[in-house]
């Protein structure tokens, strides 16, 4: 298996040594990843929506605790994951904008949104997986086909998103702004 591994990450760089990350390679790589490739002159950045974030959070979790349906919890999950990785794209979006020109205000407030706002969206993650770990549908969520054997061990005591840490990660955001 190593071998079989080892060949395909030479035959991979061989590919896009001659390519020149042409079009036809794009293309070869995008089905098989299985995932739309989009060049960064294209991206599109739309400011996080903390309100959305928060409902799917607030649904996901409550429903997390009733004895429910596996596959509606399981698409509940994935749509608070949409939300969470619009959150991580935009903000590293906004990032990469404002970097490149450190004068541009408007990259730098939408820079400053995201970093502030970053700390609440990582404490929601851990807040999901805590309402998930008390789930009654857990031992089907710890399964192999989802989040796999004892996940969710982490996820059973007192969380670090207290009050005081919150208050040093919104201390954090605003030095690093």
């Given at each position: 298996m190593k071998r079989f591994c080892k060949l395909i990450a030479v035959l991979l760089v061989v590919v896009m040594l001659f390519s020149g990350c042409s079009p036809?390679?794009?293309?070869?790589?995008?089905?098989?990843?299985?995932?739309?490739?989009?060049?960064?002159?294209?991206?599109?950045?739309?400011?996080?929506?903390?309100?959305?974030f928060r409902r799917e959070l607030d649904q996901c979790c409550?429903?997390?605790?009733?004895?429910?349906?596996?596959?509606?919890?399981q698409q509940l999950i994935l749509d608070f994951y949409a939300v969470y990785e619009d959150f991580y794209t935009n903000y590293y979006l906004a990032n990469i904008h404002y970097s490149k020109d450190l004068t541009d205000t408007y990259w730098e407030e939408e820079n400053t949104f995201c970093t502030e706002?970053?700390?609440?969206?990582?404490?929601?993650?851990?807040r999901l997986y805590r309402a998930l770990a008390k789930s009654p549908l857990r031992d089907k969520l710890e399964g192999d086909q989802f989040f796999g054997p004892d996940f969710f061990d982490d996820y059973e005591g007192e969380s670090i998103y207290d009050e005081t840490f919150n208050a040093m990660l919104a201390k954090e955001a605003a030095l690093v702004n």
């Open positions: 036809v390679f794009r293309e070869w790589m995008q089905s098989l990843l299985g995932m739309q490739m989009v060049p960064f002159s294209e991206m599109e950045y739309t400011r996080p929506d903390m309100e959305s409550a429903d997390a605790a009733e004895e429910r349906n596996f596959d509606d919890l706002n970053s700390p609440e969206v990582d404490a929601g993650l851990d």
